[in-house]
């Protein structure tokens, strides 16, 4: 396996988030029609309309995907570096990516909070072993 083999479930989560990105358009575009508002409102224009509860999730798992994430980016950055990427780093990775996929169905679906709450607990678990297998394998 090529240590580059790693930078699949990297892009997979670059997808992920630009895929959320795009569907706030509509959501947001579809919460301005519900309410009556247009782009050139001082309310949209700062900021301070009041979104739909669809636009507010989207929004919302949006921001999620500059949080736990940022901590896989690096974490992959790292092992690519210091030669740590093997089969089960990998497998992690996946787990990683697969978990917040979940975690974005959920959160711009039915938003079930256990039901997230256990997609992010498995997406924590891989990335805490992930850092651990690193810290592991530079000692």
Same mark, same amino acid.
């Given at each position: 396996?090529?240590?580059?083999?790693? &930078?699949?479930?990297?892009? @997979?989560?670059?997808?992920?988030?630009?895929?959320? &990105? #795009? %569907?706030?358009?509509? %959501?947001? %575009?579809?919460? =301005?029609?519900?309410?009556?508002?247009? $782009?050139?409102?001082?309310?949209?224009? /700062?900021?301070?309309?009041? !979104?739909?509860?669809?636009?507010?999730?989207?929004?919302?798992?949006? @921001?999620?995907?500059?949080?736990?994430?940022?901590?896989?980016?690096?974490?992959?950055?790292? @092992? &690519?570096?210091?030669?740590?990427?093997?089969? *089960?780093?990998?497998?992690? @990775? !996946? #787990?990683?990516?697969?978990?917040?996929?979940?975690?974005?169905?959920?959160?711009?679906?039915?938003?079930?909070? =256990? !039901?997230?709450?256990?997609?992010? $607990? /498995?997406?924590? /678990? %891989?990335?805490? &072993?992930? !850092? *651990?297998?690193?810290? /592991?394998?530079?000692?």
């Amino acid at each position: 396996m090529k240590p580059t083999a790693i &930078l699949f479930p990297v892009i @997979a989560q670059v997808v992920l988030t630009l895929a959320v &990105l #795009i %569907a706030m358009g509509p %959501a947001r %575009a579809q919460s =301005m029609r519900e309410n009556g508002q247009k $782009l050139t409102d001082d309310d949209v224009r /700062v900021g301070q309309n009041t !979104w739909s509860t669809q636009a507010v999730k989207v929004s919302k798992n949006y @921001a999620n995907q500059f949080e736990l994430p940022v901590l896989f980016y690096a974490v992959v950055a790292f @092992a &690519l570096i210091t030669s740590a990427v093997d089969l *089960l780093m990998v497998g992690l @990775a !996946w #787990i990683f990516v697969l978990s917040r996929v979940a975690h974005t169905a959920i959160h711009i679906g039915p938003n079930v909070v =256990m !039901w997230r709450g256990t997609a992010f $607990l /498995v997406g924590f /678990v %891989a990335l805490v &072993l992930m !850092w *651990l297998k690193l810290t /592991v394998h530079i000692l």
